[in-house]
């Protein structure tokens, strides 16, 4: 697995040289070549930043969702806001721009709390010692169990009643089609739509 320190840096860089690049370069071979680093860089960032909220609290991932939609929203007016309403340049808004991703090293380094995934997993593997059983060998007559004369002598009527659950599991197993599952997804999705969207 690749280290998420070096995802980082590496999306830094993609995103910084693409910006240079469309800033600087005048063919348009070029400006097309720095914009497709740009978007490799947005994708590896989200991707990563993704894989982290595994590695925190419930509320990462509502952040992560609320941040990745809020930042398109938020660059295209700040990109506006500099360009129509400034008067900055095209070329100098996008050297401003190539500066921002240094943000997510910071983020990553400092703002976010130490991760499970930033540790050396393969440092705290200790292999079994000794002989395991091997579970895909039949039962033999000595591992059966036959009850004894006390454990006959016990009322069922002491015993769970399971056949509730079993009917439950069998129910929740059933496929629902049409309406029916439409509207339950629906209902499903209806508490993340003002959060997250």
Same mark, same amino acid.
């Given at each position: 697995?690749?280290?998420?320190? =070096?995802? %980082?840096? +590496?999306?830094?860089?993609? @995103?910084?040289? *693409?910006? &240079? #690049? ?10 097309? =070549?720095? %914009?497709? +680093?740009?978007?490799?860089? @947005?994708?590896? *960032?989200? &991707? #990563? ?22 930042? *398109? ?78 454990q006959s002598a016990v ?43």
């Amino acid at each position: 697995m690749v280290p998420y320190w =070096f995802r %980082i840096y +590496l999306l830094i860089l993609l @995103s910084f040289t *693409g910006m &240079i #690049s469309i800033a600087f370069c005048e063919g348009l071979p070029q400006r097309l =070549f720095g %914009i497709a +680093l740009a978007s490799a860089s @947005s994708g590896l *960032g989200e &991707i #990563s930043f993704l894989q982290l909220t595994h590695f925190y609290d419930s509320w990462s991932l509502g952040g992560f969702s609320s941040g990745t939609g809020a930042a *398109g929203l938020v660059g295209s007016f700040v990109f506006m806001m500099l360009t129509s309403w400034m008067g900055i340049t095209t070329k100098t808004s996008l050297i401003m721009f190539s500066l921002v991703p240094i943000l997510f090293a910071v983020v990553y380094k400092w703002v976010l709390p130490s991760s499970e995934g930033s540790r050396d997993h393969s440092r705290d593997y200790t292999p079994v010692q000794g002989n395991l059983p091997d579970y895909d060998e039949p039962l033999t007559s000595s591992h059966n169990h036959s009850p004894t004369a006390h454990q006959s002598a016990v009322d069922v009527s002491e015993q769970p009643d399971f056949s509730a659950a079993a009917d439950e599991e069998s129910a929740i197993d059933k496929p629902v089609h049409g309406s029916i599952d439409v509207a339950r997804t629906l209902q499903r999705l209806r508490p993340l739509v003002v959060p997250f969207m």
